[in-house]
């Protein structure tokens, strides 16, 4: 796993009028400091990839919808630098994952239905000067096949 990269599994309580879980809490270990909550949806297929922050940390959940979710460590310091690691995420695979400044990180949705994701972020986003710094997702350097393997 990518050194700062944290997975926390959730814990739905179910009974027969439905389901309850907690995303997220201010005293969890990765919570860190509250910044922003934002919410997007991509249609099948859709590769929203790759893109990094130089002063913001994530935390990414799919509550509807799967995803692929792809991470590459940029960090010249880390000792995982230049390794790349992939997550499947959504409804079927209910968790939270922390993905710390300097990993580059993109997802592909996957099935034949929408994907949303929720987000948490430990920076307000400011338009003026964004901290957000854009990768091609067929980037050489990366390296990453985002084609399906039928086996």
């Not at 809490?25 to 991509?42: K, V, W």
């Not at 913001?56 to 509550?63: L, M, T």
């Not at 209910?94 to 949303?116: E, K, N």
């Amino acid at each position: 796993m990518i050194e700062g990269v944290k997975k926390k599994n959730l814990i739905k309580h179910c009974d027969d009028r439905g389901y309850f879980m907690e995303l997220l809490r201010e005293d969890d270990e990765m919570f860190g400091h509250f910044g922003q909550a934002s919410l997007s949806m991509s249609y099948p297929g859709v590769i929203k990839a790759f893109h990094y922050h130089e002063h913001q940390d994530d935390i990414w959940f799919f509550p509807s919808g799967n995803a692929q979710v792809v991470l590459h460590d940029l960090r010249t310091d880390s000792p995982t630098h230049g390794q790349t690691d992939v997550y499947y995420m959504g409804e079927n695979n209910a968790y939270l994952l922390l993905i710390p400044r300097g990993v580059a990180h993109g997802y592909r949705v996957l099935g034949s239905g929408p994907a949303t994701i929720l987000y948490f972020t430990n920076q307000v986003y400011n338009p003026s000067q964004p901290d957000e710094y854009r990768i091609s997702y067929n980037d050489p350097s990366i390296g990453f096949d985002w084609q399906t393997r039928f086996r």
